[in-house]
Structure formats: structure tokens, C-alpha cells
Nanobody, 118 residues
Framework: QVQLVESGGGLVQPGGSLRLSCAAS????????MSWYRQAPGKERELVAA????????NYAESVKGRFTISKNDATRMVSLQMNSLKPEDTAVYYC???????????WGQGTQVTVSS
């Protein structure tokens, strides 16, 4: 059974930091590119950060470049998102995503809420 379980969300003040984690099981983690998406109320889900299956390349939304860092650990089957200098506009539900394009397979986590507010 495929599972992606996010953790680490919460309430943080502007300028603060959070680290999101996603634990994967039920599929060959090392073969999948991983990413984080977010969805704010009334807005479409958007890509925040992505990392290739090998971990050799990353990609970020312009709005988070220089503030967020995605990382992948095949040994622990975890993907993380370190979020620094958080802004109120970062408030959203954050979702972990796994994709293997060659097999047309995509999995989603249930999401974790991040709220940036004073």
C-alpha cells in the first residue's frame, strides 16, 4: 500500500522557520522524483519545490527561491522541505508528491497545514 505521510506543519510567526517531512512507503522510493506542492484557500495547487529521483537536481518556485530547500534521503525514504524566512503568503496546505513519469505513476500525501501569522 502506497503511503506518503507529511508532518511538521504548524503555526509560525513571519520570519520564522519550519521543516516539513514526508515519509514514503509502498513503492520504490529511489526511482521517484519528489516534490512539494501547496494550496492556499481559494487558489489552485502550485508546485513549490521538486527534486529528481537521484537527488542531483532541484527546482523551486520563484516565490520561494533562496528561502526553501528540498532534500531527499533514499536510505530513510524521506523527503524534506526546509522553509526559512516564512511570509504570511506562504500559508497553505502543503502536499508531498511522488512521480515516476516513465511509468505514469503519481502519488499524493494527505497534506499538512502551514500557517504564517503574528
Amino acid at each position: 500500500q502506497v503511503q506518503l505521510v507529511e508532518s511538521g506543519g504548524g503555526l509560525v510567526q513571519p520570519g520564522g522557520s519550519l521543516r516539513l517531512s514526508c515519509a514514503a512507503s509502498g513503492f520504490t522510493f529511489s526511482l521517484y522524483a519528489m516534490s512539494w506542492y501547496r494550496q492556499a484557500p481559494g487558489k489552485e495547487r502550485e508546485l513549490v519545490a521538486a527534486i529528481t529521483s537521484s537527488g542531483s537536481s532541484t527546482n523551486y518556485a520563484e516565490s520561494v527561491k533562496g528561502r526553501f530547500t528540498i532534500s531527499k534521503n533514499d536510505a530513510t525514504r524521506m523527503v524534506s522541505l526546509q522553509m526559512n524566512s516564512l511570509k504570511p503568503e506562504d500559508t497553505a496546505v502543503y502536499y508531498c508528491n511522488a512521480v515516476r513519469a516513465s511509468q505514469n505513476r503519481r502519488y499524493w500525501g494527505q497534506g499538512t497545514q502551514v500557517t504564517v501569522s503574528s
